[in-house]
Structure formats: structure tokens, C-alpha cells
């Protein structure tokens, strides 16, 4: 098993360009989050999705979209890149009923 | 609003000392708190806990939850430079979808 995938690793943008980040696992886990962290801060959620079709607002979703069409995958848009987002972007899964997250290895994302 | 605070922020000690790393909490309808490793990438699971006064533990690591005073220590004896990371406290509330409140971690420095 992959685990939890996430593309691209890095990526660098201008203000007001767009990008979607990809994030996708293979555990058939019911539950996807996206979290953003932002140097010496903790995790702070941006979307989550229970399930293929449903979605919602975390903590701080202003300026992002998400959409959950299959169990497998769960992408992160970026509409009109903003300096304030910049940050590293991570995607976690979880089973129903498990509070445990596992979570993919990052984007690192810098807007200029 | 869920509230997680981690302390210190930042500690730097020399191998073979033996760390106490610290979490309270505020959040509706505790359910779980969960602590993770962070090294270079993505969060690593270390520990849950759900009942008070319980210890959990894995090798040198050791973590208990006090429900009553809302606050879990992580203990680390005889420290090596692998346990160089950011250690993050996690906490679950009753809000739904198994959502995760995060603290802003603690740096944790193992110097030879």
C-alpha cells in the first residue's frame, strides 16, 4: 500500500494564479482532511470530506475549494493565490470510527 | 471554541536526559488525544488516549492523560538524537467527522 499520496511536493506560484494539489489514498478510508502549517504553528484544518460527495468547512477554508468525486481521491484548489497562503499543505485519512489520521507527505507551497 | 496548548515551544537538551512534554486542553465532549511525531515530513502516530490516569507506553516513550485537570504528558527517558522532532498533541471533541484539534507543537532538540 502507497498510503496517503500527495503531488507535487513543491511548487512555487504568483499572486492570483491557481493550482490544485492532489492528494489521494489506497486504505478505502472513509474520512479525508486537508490541513495547512504554517512555520512554528500546528495543523490547522482547511476542508475534510466523510465520504465520495460530501464535504466541509474546517478551521480556515477561506480561499480554497475541495471536491471529493471518489473514496480515493480528495483535491485541494487554490482559486486566486494569495502570500497568506503560503505554507505546507498536508492530506490525512482515517477509517470510520478511528481517530487516528495517517497523513501524506506534504506540499510545500510558496507564493510570491 | 476547541483550545489545545502545548509547552514549551521549543526545548534543546543533551542525549541520555529524560524530557517531560506537556498538553492541556479545552474542547466540548472530549473523546481522544492523540500525540504525533513530526520529523522532516509528514506526522507520525505515537500515542491515543481516552481513559484518565492511564499510561500508555512504547519503549522509551511513555504517555498519560489526566481528565480531571485536562492536560497529557509525553515522556521521553534517555534521549537520542532520532528523537530530534516536533511532537504534536492532538485532541477530539464530539463536533463530528472525527475531526482533530491541534496544539502548535513542541521543538524538541537532541544534541550529542
Known amino acids: 500500500n502507497a498510503g496517503v499520496t500527495q503531488t507535487p511536493k513543491f511548487r512555487i506560484l504568483k499572486i492570483g494564479q491557481s493550482m490544485t494539489l492532489q492528494c489521494a489514498q489506497d486504505?478505502?478510508?472513509?474520512?479525508m482532511y486537508w490541513y495547512r502549517q504554517d512555520p512554528g504553528m500546528g495543523l490547522k484544518l482547511i476542508y475534510y470530506?466523510?465520504?465520495?460527495?460530501?464535504?466541509d468547512k474546517g478551521e480556515v477554508p477561506n480561499g480554497y475549494n475541495v471536491s471529493r468525486s471518489t473514496t480515493e481521491d480528495f483535491p485541494l484548489r487554490l482559486e486566486l493565490a494569495a502570500p497568506s497562503q503560503t505554507s505546507v499543505y498536508f492530506c490525512?485519512?482515517?477509517?470510520?470510527?478511528?481517530?487516528?489520521?495517517?497523513f501524506g507527505p506534504g506540499t510545500r507551497l510558496t507564493v510570491t | 471554541e476547541d483550545k489545545v496548548v502545548q509547552s514549551p515551544l521549543s526545548l534543546v537538551v543533551h542525549e541520555g536526559d529524560t524530557v517531560t512534554l506537556n498538553c492541556s486542553y479545552e474542547?466540548?465532549?472530549?473523546?481522544?488525544l492523540l500525540w504525533y511525531k513530526q520529523e522532516k515530513k509528514a506526522p507520525t502516530f505515537l500515542f491515543m488516549l481516552?481513559?484518565?490516569?492511564i499510561e500508555k507506553k512504547s519503549g522509551r516513550l511513555s504517555s498519560i492523560l489526566d481528565k480531571k485537570e485536562l492536560f497529557s504528558i509525553l515522556n521521553i527517558t534517555a534521549t537520542q538524537t532520532g528523537d530530534s522532532a516536533i511532537y504534536l498533541c492532538?485532541?477530539?471533541?464530539?463536533?463530528?467527522?472525527?475531526?482533530?484539534?491541534f496544539g502548535q507543537g513542541t521543538r524538541l532538540t537532541i544534541n550529542p
Open positions: 470530506s466523510v465520504g465520495a460527495g460530501i464535504t
Open positions: 474542547v466540548t465532549n472530549f473523546r481522544s
Open positions: 490525512a485519512s482515517s477509517y470510520y470510527g478511528e481517530y487516528e489520521q495517517y
Open positions: 492532538a485532541v477530539a471533541g464530539a463536533k463530528g467527522a472525527q475531526k482533530l484539534v
Open positions: 481516552t481513559s484518565s490516569g
Open positions: 486504505m478505502n478510508h472513509n474520512y
